[in-house]
């Protein structure tokens, strides 16, 4: 039996009106759907605010989809997922509530970025390539090889290029670069020292700055004068995921031991806050209309905290999830009324593996 929250019942009127504008031909090339659940939402411990900051909303069951996922991307309305340990990456219509379409053939994929001016899905597989798949019918165009694997991938809108985090030792560890037009690898590349994790791109600056975990640092890349600054972390190891505020000159990192938040000042490189966060976080967002922070966390929760100045923040939530459930997806309002957190959840036991739709509330 489906039940409905009077919350995930507002959603799925929302989800219906959308869907009903969506053409006759993009209807045609949809899988049959999966069923969408939805749920009430879980009661999380909400520091001083009556209104939760996510409400679980509704959910897209991943029917045969093993092992543990990594990151994600949006565009055209789909959320696109990497299922890891499944060597498939999922299209999932998140107007429609669907799995629209399972792209297969990447062993190990990780990042995923899409170009809306190019029309192209770009995947990063720990083996050693980046495909480019058509993202209308998700035909594979060309692959692009990385020694040591490619990792988390950004996409520049406007140099029309994809930043690529690749390499597994000191040798070849790098940010490197794809021409999204040509699908050509650039020779723009920046030698790292030590595999890059999470990396964030300055849209009004030059810089680039990169976790690299191995290495105990925060890389710092200036693209206009090549010059690379380093900004050591002491006290704090194991720093995967990040997120940046250009505007506060903020930089967020997920570390996991010890398990916190830390927050530098992008001016100085100086840590200006560090709070306990979630454990085995995988993926941090920043989201600057409520100034709060998303940390999923494979213990089970998602950790909110809200900025209350560029140097102070607070524990606002912490969101019950379930285990593994480490990589999500964020990409601000999307349309009016349409303002959505997406949580990967593997299959555990017998339940299967799912998407976990958030509404994202004042």
Known sequence: MI?????????????????TSWSAEQTAQKKPPATVTSTEAQKGTDSGSKRRPLVLSGSVPLEGVKGRFDHFAFGQGRVFVSALGNNTVEVINVFGGIVEHTITGVPNPQGVAFSPEMHKLFVASAKGKVYIYDAGSYDLISTVDFEGGADNLRYDAANKRVYVGCGDDEKNAAIATIDATTNQRLDEEYKLGGEPESFQLETSGPNIYVNIPDLKQIAVINRNTKEI?????????????????????????????????????TTSGHLVASLPGAE?????????????????????????????DPDHYRLLAKIPTALGGRTA??????????????????????????????????
């Open 3 to 19: 039940r409905f929250s009077a919350a995930a019942a507002l959603v799925t009127l929302a989800i219906v009106s959308v869907t």
């Open 229 to 265: 600054t380093r900004w050591p972390l002491t006290g704090l190891r194991l720093n995967f995921p990040m997120a940046l505020d250009e505007a506060d000159h903020r930089l967020f990192v997920g570390v996991r031991e010890p398990a916190r938040l830390a927050v530098f000042d």
């Open 280 to 308: 085995d976080t995988d993926d941090l967002y920043y989201d600057a209309e409520h100034k709060r922070v998303y940390v999923p966390g494979g213990e089970g929760v998602i950790d909110v905290f809200q900025m209350n």
């Open 329 to 362: 997806g964020y990409f601000g309002r999307q349309g009016k009324g349409f303002h959505r957190f997406f949580l990967a959840v593997p299959a555990r036991g017998g339940q299967s593996a799912e998407l976990r739709i958030y509404t994202v509330q004042d």
